[in-house]
């Protein structure tokens, strides 16, 4: 019999939502495009581990793999390292009769004490409307400790969350315009730092990185 608690209830982080002027096509193109990304130096690898494409019902799952490191606070070094590694995943469908493209993305690494699930979905709601949508919740591992520091924790990881969200739909936007402009035959110069992405697994990394440090200094 294992000896690790189970999780608790699910506890929602953050829903976001947002208009996009482009095309489905060119956000969801914009999307795609996203990696490598030399700004995001966290991502250390990336590899895609398996598609499949149907024909007939126009659909395409993708799923991909993530290898994030992320610094540690000097406080905690002494414990974990200088550095925390992230093993994370995300899966795509893209539904081209409905016009939309859901992500799933979620933390490997430490699931027995932390698991943060993401789901974003661009839709198209009319010509040149893309509706983006952004939800995420997190299980903590239960315990004593755990009713006393969920509250304290989901706050905390949900203002990192919000920060990296709000930076991540910025990089869309600027990537869904040069998406559309490569499109006219026209080019616009990519910028030094783009900001966080909004993948919902580079935000369950950032997340489970800090949420672990929360654990394991915790006696």
């Not at 930076?167 to 998406?179: N, P, V």
Request: glycine content about 6%.
């Amino acid at each position: 019999m294992s000896g690790h608690r189970p999780l608790a209830e699910a506890v929602p982080l953050y829903n976001n939502q947002h208009l996009l002027d482009f095309e489905w096509g060119v956000v969801t193109a914009a999307f795609l495009q996203k990696f490598p990304d030399p700004s995001l130096k966290h991502v250390k690898n990336v590899e895609t581990v398996n598609r499949c494409i149907c024909p007939k019902k126009k659909t395409m799952d993708v799923r991909r793999v993530f290898y994030c490191m992320f610094p540690i606070p000097k406080l905690a070094e002494k414990l974990l390292g200088r550095r925390a590694t992230v093993i994370c995943v995300e899966e795509a469908h893209w539904d081209l009769n409905r016009r939309r493209l859901t992500v799933h993305g979620r933390n490997e690494t430490g699931q027995s004490v932390l698991r943060i699930d993401e789901v974003c979905c661009y839709t198209e709601v009319a010509p040149g409307k893309t509706l983006y949508t952004q939800s995420a919740t997190v299980k903590y591992k239960k315990g004593l400790l755990s009713g006393l520091l969920t509250p304290v924790a989901a706050e905390i990881l949900s203002g990192v969350c919000q920060r990296n969200a709000r930076s991540g739909l910025s990089a869309m936007i600027a990537g869904s315009e040069r998406e559309r402009a490569t499109l006219a035959g026209e080019v616009i110069p990519i910028p030094v730092d783009s900001g966080s992405s909004h993948l919902p697994l580079l935000l369950s990394g950032v997340v489970a990185a800090s949420a672990l440090l929360l654990w394991r200094c915790v006696p």
